[in-house]
């Protein structure tokens, strides 16, 4: 799906753009005042949403109601953090007229920030330090952000 094969993913393209969901994710960074690799559970709290360690009944593994965070727990810490911030990503488009291909769009910009990535050789180092990301997103992003570095970086 971050490779853009939509259809593939049997999900309707996104309606929002690169360039709004960086600012989305980057405002929030700027908000929470927490490094964009932190546990993704102190950018929920300092965003001013609730975390609730339990699922809702027929939403998969999280959800949102824009003010709370539910996600399933497991003890593995990378998928954890992934439904953490697919949740934190729902959340902060939730007044947004978005899809579910936006939201995993937001998904791997808060695992991995266009704002941190040059800062890596490769999606390899980057999982030394996103320690609440799964390997196979960070390799995505990664792959995925490499063609828009120059530009963001240029636009900033």
Same mark, same amino acid.
């Given at each position: 799906?971050?490779?853009?094969?939509?259809?593939?993913?049997?999900?309707?393209?996104?309606?929002?753009?690169?360039?709004?969901?960086?600012?989305?994710?980057?405002?929030?960074? $700027?908000?929470?005042?927490?490094?964009? @690799? =932190?546990? !993704?559970?102190?950018? /929920?709290? &300092?965003?001013?949403?609730?975390?609730?360690?339990?699922?809702?009944?027929?939403?998969?593994?999280?959800?949102?109601?824009?003010?709370?965070?539910?996600?399933?727990?497991?003890?593995?810490?990378?998928?954890?953090?992934?439904?953490?911030?697919?949740?934190?990503?729902?959340?902060?488009?939730?007044?947004?007229?978005?899809?579910?291909?936006? $939201?995993?769009?937001?998904?791997?910009? @808060? =695992?991995? !920030?266009?704002?941190? /990535?040059? &800062?890596?050789?490769?999606?390899?180092?980057?999982?030394?330090?996103?320690?609440?990301?799964?390997?196979?997103?960070?390799?995505?992003?990664?792959?995925?952000?490499?063609?828009?570095?120059?530009?963001?970086?240029?636009?900033?």
């Amino acid at each position: 799906m971050l490779a853009g094969r939509y259809d593939e993913a049997e999900l309707e393209p996104p309606l929002l753009d690169d360039d709004g969901i960086i600012a989305i994710v980057k405002a929030m960074l $700027a908000r929470t005042g927490r490094p964009p @690799l =932190a546990n !993704p559970i102190h950018h /929920l709290v &300092r965003d001013g949403l609730r975390p609730i360690d339990r699922s809702l009944p027929g939403v998969g593994h999280e959800a949102t109601d824009g003010a709370s965070v539910w996600y399933r727990w497991t003890a593995d810490v990378r998928e954890l953090g992934r439904r953490v911030k697919h949740g934190h990503a729902h959340a902060l488009l939730f007044n947004e007229d978005h899809n579910e291909a936006d $939201a995993i769009l937001a998904t791997a910009e @808060l =695992a991995l !920030p266009t704002c941190v /990535l040059s &800062r890596y050789a490769s999606a390899d180092a980057a999982a030394q330090d996103a320690l609440h990301s799964p390997i196979w997103l960070l390799h995505q992003q990664f792959e995925r952000r490499r063609t828009v570095i120059e530009r963001y970086f240029l636009v900033s």
